[in-house]
C-alpha cells in the first residue's frame, strides 16, 4: 500500500491532520490502534479552534456537548478569580464522540482508516511500515511521509530513536450530576491551584453535558492519590466518597526542548 502520508494516532491531532492534508487531494492513511477508547480527558476545546479548522458549524449539528462562558481560577491564598470569555465559549465534549466525529470527517474526505498498532519502520527515501491490525492481519504501507501523533507513548518514536517528549501525570473521573445534589454551575470551568492537591499543574472541574469531569496533576505517578483525595477534600468536601470512584490515570506531554520533526518524520 502506498501513500504521500502515513498518520499514526487517531486522536484529534492526527485526525484533523490527517483531515486537512486530504482536503488537499494528498495520498492519507491514518492507523489507530484501538477506535473504541476513550482519552482520560475533561475534553474542553475553544470553538475559536473548530471555527479556525472549518468544522464548528457541522459540530454544532452532529454532536452534544456543554457550552461554558465562565473560567474560574482558584488560587492558593487569594480569593477566586472569574473570567467571563465575551464573545467566545469553551465546548465541552465526551471524548469518545469527539474522537470518532473527527476521524469520520477524515474518512469522508479520502483518508483510509486503519485500526491495528504500528509495529516496525525503516526510514529511507520512502518510510516503510509495518501495521499489525485488530484481526492479527501485517499490513505493509510505504510513505513519504510520517505525522506521529500517537501520544505520549509514541511508538513511532520508540522505533526509530526519536527523544519522547517529558511529561506530568494526570488522574480523573466523571460523576453523573443526576448523583450529585450540590447545585453546580454548568457556565463554568474550575481551575485550582495549591500544592497540597497539585504540584506544577493545576486540578480542575469541567462541566460536560449531564456529568461533571474533576482531576488533578502531578509530576510523579506516586503523589496522584494523594492530590486527588486532597482536591476532593478540598472541592466537594465529604459529598463524594472516593472508594466508589473509579481513577483514571494518564500521562499528558510538557513539550519543553522538544522538536518537531526530524527529516520526514512529523511529531
Not at 62 to 74: D, P, Y
Not at 137 to 150: G, H, Q
Not at 176 to 198: I, Q
Not at 215 to 221: I, L, R, S
Request: charged share 25%; with cysteine; net charge positive.
Amino acid at each position: 500500500m502506498n501513500f504521500e502520508v502515513l498518520v499514526v494516532g487517531g486522536g484529534p491531532a492526527g485526525s484533523t491532520a490527517a483531515n486537512c492534508l486530504a482536503k488537499e487531494g494528498i495520498a492519507t492513511c491514518l492507523v489507530e490502534r484501538n477506535l473504541e477508547f476513550k482519552k482520560p480527558c475533561g475534553g474542553g476545546v475553544p470553538s475559536a479552534g473548530l471555527k479556525d479548522l472549518d468544522i464548528l458549524d457541522e459540530i454544532r449539528q452532529k454532536l452534544t456537548f456543554n457550552v461554558v462562558r465562565r473560567v474560574k481560577i482558584i488560587p492558593p491564598f487569594s480569593e477566586p478569580i472569574e473570567v467571563k470569555l465575551n464573545n467566545g465559549e469553551i465546548l465541552i465534549f465526551d471524548r469518545y464522540e469527539f474522537d470518532t466525529f473527527l476521524r469520520k470527517l477524515a474518512f469522508n474526505n479520502g483518508v483510509q482508516i486503519i485500526e491495528g498498532e504500528l509495529i516496525n519502520l525503516e526510514e529511507g527515501k520512502k518510510i516503510k511500515a509495518t501495521i499489525k491490525t485488530k484481526s492479527g492481519d501485517l499490513l505493509k504501507i510505504n510513505s513519504k511521509y510520517i505525522v506521529a501523533a500517537d501520544g505520549i507513548n509514541s511508538k513511532v518514536c520508540s522505533l526509530v530513536n526519536i527523544k519522547k517528549p517529558e511529561f506530568f501525570w494526570t488522574v480523573s473521573f466523571q460523576i453523573s450530576l443526576d448523583n450529585y445534589n450540590n447545585d453546580y454551575n454548568k457556565d463554568t470551568c474550575e481551575f485550582w491551584f495549591g500544592s497540597s492537591h497539585a504540584s506544577f499543574f493545576y486540578s480542575w472541574v469541567f462541566p460536560g453535558k449531564n456529568y461533571l469531569s474533576i482531576g488533578t496533576g502531578a509530576k510523579k505517578v506516586n503523589m496522584l492519590k494523594l492530590f486527588i483525595e486532597n482536591f476532593i477534600e478540598k472541592r466537594f468536601f465529604s459529598l463524594l466518597d472516593i472508594s466508589k470512584i473509579k481513577l483514571r490515570a494518564f500521562k499528558i506531554p510538557r513539550w519543553t526542548k522538544r522538536n518537531f520533526y526530524r527529516k520526514n518524520i512529523i511529531l
